[in-house]
């Protein structure tokens, strides 16, 4: 009766388009912010207002959808957005990242796997990623995915191809002969780095005529240590 544009202040040409009355979004005391009560609004009608004509609808940088808006968005602001993976098939990712939503980066590890085999539904970080290799033993946190593949692909590069598939593949630089006595009669030995590829395992001393064992070693190395 007031705020018709004559009397008083109305709506602005970029008004959202509506019939209802100013109180319905507006306070008495200032125009914003503005607020709208979506309690009688039906779950996934959202685009019968949000259209990009009536109310905002999709930017041109949105992820192709055909979605409701609710699917992601909050009634009280666009962000953040989320999206619930209840109903998405394990090992389908790439369905929609890649395609329609954020794929891998342009450094991303060379790999074929679905992205929930490193990452979660709810983040992309902290990234998981269980080894099924028997030959892998799992490592400090100071390891990281690229100390290994230092190539960023799933095959590893080793350092010392001799022994690639156990311990000394990377580590046989850091090999000491002193430590690993393996007999001491009738003379004293050591034992090699062939030896001893698989540094988890035992470097008991025998004798050197009778194979029995003379002092028993073992666990001096783990791969979850900070060092040797």
Do not use: M
Not at 77 to 93: D, E, I, M, Q, R
């Amino acid at each position: 009766t007031c705020h018709n544009g004559t009397t008083a202040t109305g709506k602005p040409t970029n008004h959202v388009q509506t019939t209802s009355s100013c109180d319905a979004c507006h306070r008495t005391t200032a125009w914003l912010p503005a607020t709208f009560s979506h309690a009688n609004v039906a779950p996934g009608t959202c685009n019968t207002c949000h259209n990009g004509t009536t109310a905002t609808g999709k930017p041109t940088t949105h992820i192709a959808t055909t979605a409701s808006c609710d699917a992601c968005h909050r009634t009280t602001a666009w962000l953040p957005a989320t999206f619930s993976h209840a109903s998405v098939a394990p090992g389908t990712c790439n369905s929609c990242h890649g395609v329609t939503s954020t794929g891998k980066p342009s450094g991303h590890f060379v790999t074929t796997r679905s992205c929930d085999a490193c990452h979660n539904t709810t983040a992309w970080t902290p990234i998981r990623y269980t080894h099924t290799s028997p030959y892998f033993s799992p490592h400090n946190s100071g390891v990281t995915c690229t100390s290994c593949h230092t190539g960023k692909t799933e095959t590893i590069s080793w350092k010392y191809a001799a022994y690639s598939g156990y311990c000394a593949g990377c580590h046989a630089g850091s090999f000491k002969t002193d430590p690993h006595k393996k007999t001491e009669t009738p003379t004293t030995t050591w034992y090699t780095v062939g030896d001893l590829r698989n540094c988890a395992g035992s470097c008991h001393i025998v004798n050197g005529t009778t194979g029995a064992i003379t002092k028993t070693r073992n666990s001096h190395h783990r791969s979850t240590d900070g060092g040797f």
